[in-house]
């Protein structure tokens, strides 16, 4: 497929409204929640992936046309082209090449410019770790600072799916070894009065115990447990054996 026409015809052929009425209830849709008045097709995630797959070679123009539909799965399928499209031009024998460099730089700028387009938590979480998340371990025309700044940026938006991308894009440093990021971020949302928030901060920083060093996680408890939300608190401990963990939720 190499339209955006051709895709969302294909994908509209895919959709189940068993399905999509399953999927309008997981990502609360209902008025007043996080996804509400958002629309489903009815299309699970591995056929997405499939169309994605078979759809790499889209340019930018239509992999906005697929970012700008009304149904939250072909919004996925453009994100996730954009996703193979960048791991393309990241690849070992690409990573110093000046010509992968710039196209790495045009997919992250064309990524976020359209953050609007993932305005739900799987949007987020399959797209912006291995975009963003890849981009900070990368070569690019930003260097260090200037790529900080755009993270900062993002976790200072009053949108609720900006800030979580700029805490999931740090498991991309944490898979390198690098926790940098990730105590930067999971410490500025630490006291955040979302759930998913909640969530995601612990789901990094567990990541970080996991990938890292528990004792930094340890460390990073001692600091914020005493006041930290329980759910973040939660997820952050739940590798650990069975008994610490019943000694830090006391905290």
Same mark, same amino acid.
């Not at 699970?44 to 239509?62: C, F, H």
């Not at 196209?103 to 064309?110: G, S, T």
């Given at each position: ?122 949007? !987020? ?75 995601? !901060? ?50």
């Amino acid at each position: 497929m190499t339209t955006a026409a051709q895709v969302i015809s294909h994908m509209q052929s895919l959709g189940s409204q068993e399905q999509a009425q399953h999927l309008m209830r997981f990502f609360k849709t209902e008025p007043g929640s996080y996804g509400h008045g958002d629309k489903f097709l009815g299309i699970r995630v591995p056929d997405t992936r499939k169309v994605a797959a078979a759809s790499k070679q889209l340019s930018l123009n239509e992999i906005e046309k697929l970012l700008d539909s009304q149904w939250h799965e072909v919004r996925l399928c453009g994100l996730l082209i954009l996703v193979s499209q960048f791991e393309a031009q990241s690849t070992r024998r690409l990573f110093n090449n000046s010509e992968a460099m710039a196209k790495r730089d045009e997919i992250v700028a064309f990524y976020l410019n359209h953050t609007t387009s993932a305005n739900n938590w799987d949007l !987020v979480d399959l797209s912006v770790y291995k975009i963003l998340g890849k981009w900070l371990m990368t070569p690019s025309s930003k260097d260090d600072k200037q790529k900080l700044k755009i993270i900062d940026l993002l976790a200072a938006s009053d949108n609720l799916w900006e800030q979580r991308m700029s805490v999931v894009c740090t498991m991309e440093p944490l898979k390198q070894g690098n926790p940098s990021y990730t105590l930067r971020y999971c410490e500025w949302h630490l006291h955040h009065n979302h759930d998913l928030m909640h969530k995601a !901060v612990g789901w990094l920083l567990r990541e970080m115990g996991k990938r890292v060093s528990m004792d930094l996680l340890r460390s990073f408890l001692e600091q914020h447990a005493h006041d930290m939300p329980r759910t973040a608190l939660r997820y952050a401990i739940e590798k650990m054996p069975e008994q610490e963990r019943k000694q830090w939720m006391q905290r």
